[in-house]
Nanobody
Framework: QVQLVESGGGLVQAGDSLRLSCAAS????????LGWFRQAPGKEREFVATKTWSEGIVYYADSVKGRFTISRDDAKNTVYLLMNGLKPEDTAVYSC???????????????????WGQGTQVTVSS
């Protein structure tokens, strides 16, 4: 089992930055692909960013490319999402997820992840 706990969300103004953290416990962390997804009220869950383990490849949604950066510290069992230039449309509940088997751009699919955190709210005011 893998347990994931997010932190770092909050209320910010447009243009501000936030760094989300996701601390993992349980099984070997470094063998998993780690991703961030978000869900706004009334909308479907949306892929944000992911970093695979085997290929070490990073993928971003087009809507966040150039503004968000995903990173991981395997020594601390933590994955981060640095969000710069936040926009009101970034408002959502952000969740981290872990997958022991996805590879390449399949890791953009939330169905590939079987471990999820509880989510942290990010609200961006205009």
């Amino acid at each position: 089992q893998v347990q994931l706990v997010e932190s770092g969300g909050g209320l910010v103004q447009a243009g501000d930055s936030l760094r989300l953290s996701c601390a993992a416990s349980g099984r070997v962390f470094r063998n998993y692909a780690l991703g961030w997804f978000r869900q706004a009220p009334g909308k479907e869950r949306e892929f944000v960013a992911t970093k695979t383990w085997s290929e070490g490849i990073v993928y971003y949604a087009d809507s966040v490319k150039g503004r968000f950066t995903i990173s991981r510290d395997d020594a601390k069992n933590t994955v981060y999402l640095l969000m710069n230039g936040l926009k009101p449309e970034d408002t959502a509940v952000y969740s981290c997820a872990a997958s022991p088997y996805c590879s390449n751009d399949a890791c953009k699919n939330h169905g590939q992840y079987n471990y999820w955190g509880q989510g942290t709210q990010v609200t961006v005011s205009s």
